[in-house]
């Protein structure tokens, strides 16, 4: 069994050693032992609780729903309808963060393209394009149909 120094983890993970004690501290980091000189010792449990605390951090999910999560967890028998809630939860949460970030990016793309427009006006000596030409363009990202 592979174990790991909070120094280890927090190069590993690119975390701050003072969020791993945060994260002990709230118990969303738990059963973590010290050896005998007082320094933490991590196991690979503890490195996949972690990346799963990561990816629910990234998702925008609080730390009391991640308690809550390790809490269900715990007993999912007793608990799967409100894991399944929690995550289903979660991932609307995170669906409209992707519409949100679609319709940022389209309005950067339009951007983009009407500032090549004016670039490609003065580089040409033409007439400056006029934003309103841009705006309800439709553009398509990476097979995403913007409009």
Known sequence: ??????????????????TLRYYEEVGIL????KNSSGQRIYEESHIHRLFTIICFKR???????IQSFFIYEEDKAANIDNLIDLLNNQKKQVDEQIKG????????QKKIIYYRGIKNAIDNDRNMPNWN????????????NFD
């Open 59 to 65: 998702t925008g999910m609080s730390i009391s729903k």
């Open 1 to 18: 069994m592979k174990i790991y120094t909070i120094r280890e983890v927090s190069k590993l993970l690119d975390l701050p050693p003072s």
């Open 133 to 144: 030409e841009f705006k309800d363009l439709e553009i398509k990202y990476k097979g995403i």
């Open 101 to 108: 970030l679609i319709e940022d990016i389209e309005h950067v």
């Open 30 to 33: 738990s059963n973590v032992k």
